[in-house]
């Protein structure tokens, strides 16, 4: 299992990134897919997960109408397109995989995601 991620940068308070995180050896479609990060000195935090099909979608109360997380499951990708950043989202984010199969829900968890990337450095100026 390999993820990923990248488009991580700098960018000035109220800017948009867009992060990619592609996925190889394993069969994508048959895993929930979430973007984690972690802030320096702080835990992993949950910040939007998306079920193996893309009709369930969640996100934490601290991004909900500003990140958006999709995924195509025939480019084996999963994106988070932040809008309207903030120096508090400033952090190393990380895609992760979740076995599917059986399962409804999308973990809101960090520690209940089996696989992770590499992260990228997101950092927001104020």
């Known amino acids: 299992v390999q993820l990923q991620a990248f488009g991580g940068g700098l960018v000035q308070d109220g800017g948009s990134l867009r992060l990619s995180c592609a996925a190889s050896?394993?069969?994508?479609?048959?895993?929930?897919m979430a973007w984690v990060r972690q802030a320096p000195g702080k835990g992993r935090e949950f910040v939007a997960g998306?079920?193996?099909?893309?009709?369930?979608?969640v996100y934490a109360d601290s991004v909900k109408g500003r990140f958006t997380i999709s995924r195509d499951n025939a480019k084996r990708t999963v994106y988070l397109q932040m809008n309207n950043l903030r120096p508090e989202d400033s952090a190393v984010y990380y895609c992760?995989?979740?076995?599917?199969?059986?399962?409804?829900?999308?973990?809101?968890?960090?520690?209940?995601?089996?696989?992770w990337g590499q992260g990228t450095q997101v950092t927001v100026s104020s």
């Open positions: 998306i079920n193996w099909s893309g009709d369930r979608i």
């Open positions: 050896g394993f069969t994508f479609r048959n895993w929930h």
């Open positions: 992760a995989a979740d076995w599917a199969v059986g399962k409804i829900e999308v973990p809101t968890n960090a520690g209940q995601y089996d696989h």
